[in-house]
């Protein structure tokens, strides 16, 4: 199958006379002689592109426009199932009253099966409850956001929730994440309480939790 040919014309045959090879050739001849040129072209293909991409929002992982979001709740940690499961139905009652919510999923002990790419289940918990929020319109998420995030600081502060959208991309833990590894335990939850209790300083922080 690869054996030599044995055809004198192919063996003498120049293998870079074909087009594309010579096409090539001439291309870096002219471009040695207006070197010069060729670099300012360059320079300026260079410049208009980091110009074009100054109206590009800078977002990694956009947020998905499904029209969804998602409530995380995570409960003290010595909080039952039964426990997550009353809290589930009292808040679900207040978020379907809402104007504009469809339909309301509970998820409780753990989050759901992977059903679109931008869901990432959470691991199984018994303090954890989810919400998965359908609305009739997009453009209404952000202000649901507001009135469920608020709604729980006031009436479920121990609850410790986030309402947040689906991102395209990884959506597992928060935007913002500290990880520490080692073998004493009680070294990790020290390190752990100082990491939450100084990222709850910041007032903007919301559901600050550790696993």
Same mark, same amino acid.
């Given at each position: 199958m690869f054996s030599p040919s044995t055809d004198p014309a192919c063996r003498d045959r120049d293998p870079y006379a074909a087009l594309p090879p010579q096409f090539y050739k001439k291309a870096l001849i002219i471009s040695f002689r207006l070197r010069q040129g060729v670099m300012l072209m360059i320079l300026g293909l260079f410049v208009?592109?980091?110009?074009? +991409?100054?109206? /590009?929002?800078?977002?990694?992982? #956009?947020?998905?426009?499904?029209? %969804? $979001? *998602? &409530?995380?709740?995570?409960?003290?940690?010595?909080?039952?199932?039964?426990?997550?499961?009353?809290?589930a139905a009292?808040?679900?009652?207040?978020?379907?009253?809402?104007?504009?919510?469809?339909?309301?999923?509970?998820?409780?002990?753990?989050?759901?099966?992977? +059903?679109?790419? /931008?869901?990432?289940?959470?691991? #199984?918990?018994?303090?954890?409850? %989810? $919400? *998965? &929020?359908?609305?009739?319109?997009?453009?209404?998420i952000c202000g649901l956001m507001s009135t469920i995030q608020t709604y729980l600081d006031d009436k479920h502060p121990s609850g410790n929730a986030i309402a947040k959208k689906s991102l395209l991309g990884p959506g597992v833990g928060g935007r913002v994440q500290t990880r520490f590894s080692g073998r004493d335990p009680e070294v990790l939850?020290?390190?752990?309480?100082?990491?939450?209790?100084?990222?709850?300083?910041?007032?903007?922080?919301?559901?600050?939790?550790?696993?």
């Open positions: 208009a592109v980091v110009y074009g +991409f100054g109206p /590009v929002r800078q977002k990694f992982f #956009p947020p998905a426009t499904r029209p %969804q $979001f *998602l &409530v995380d709740a995570f409960l003290p940690v010595r909080a039952d199932i039964k426990a997550s499961e009353r809290f009292k808040v679900g009652v207040f978020i379907k009253t809402q104007p504009g919510v469809k339909d309301i999923s509970s998820l409780i002990g753990g989050g759901g099966f992977s +059903f679109v790419l /931008v869901y990432s289940p959470d691991k #199984p918990n018994p303090a954890f409850v %989810q $919400f *998965l &929020v359908g609305v009739d319109d997009s453009e209404k939850r020290r390190l752990s309480a100082e990491a939450r209790e100084m990222i709850t300083r910041d007032t903007d922080a919301v559901c600050v939790h550790d696993d």
